[in-house]
C-alpha cells in the first residue's frame, strides 16, 4: 500500500493500492492492485470483481450530493457520480465505531 507524500502519482497509487478480490460469491479470494481491477478488455469487460464501497449524502430535502470525477483521474473522468466511493485496501485494517459517542 502506497503512503500520501506529496510526490506520489495516481498511476502510482493505482499500481501499488491492494483490492480486495471477490468470487461471485462474495467471497474473498485474492487481491490485485487497483490499477488491473480496474482495467476493462475482453478476457474481463468488467474488470476484476473486488470489494468497493459507495455513499450516497441526502439533505434534509432529500437532495443527493454529487460529485464530478476530475478531468485527470485515471478511471472514469468527468463522470457525474456518487457522495464518495473508496475501496478498502487488502492488508489494511480499519476502527470501527463501537460507541455511540464516538460519533458526532
Known amino acids: ?9 495516481q498511476t502510482q497509487f493505482m499500481e501499488q493500492d491492494e483490492c480486495i478480490v471477490l468470487s461471485e460469491q462474495d ?5 490485485n492492485s ?9 478476457e474481463q469487460p468488467f474488470g476484476i470483481l473486488h470489494r468497493a464501497f459507495s455513499v450516497f449524502l441526502f439533505d ?17 473522468p468527468n463522470v457525474w457520480t456518487n457522495t464518495c466511493c473508496s475501496h478498502p485496501l487488502f492488508g489494511s485494517t480499519y476502527n470501527e465505531v463501537d460507541y455511540e459517542d464516538d460519533v458526532r
Not at 467471497?27 to 487481491?31: L, P, S, W
Not at 487497483?34 to 475482453?42: D, G, L, P, V
Open 1 to 9: 500500500m502506497a503512503d500520501w507524500n506529496g510526490n506520489v502519482s
Open 27 to 31: 467471497e474473498v479470494i485474492g487481491h
Open 34 to 42: 487497483k490499477k488491473q481491477c480496474h482495467i476493462f478488455s475482453a
Open 60 to 76: 434534509s430535502q432529500g437532495r443527493l450530493l454529487l460529485q464530478q470525477r476530475a478531468s485527470d483521474k485515471i478511471t472514469f
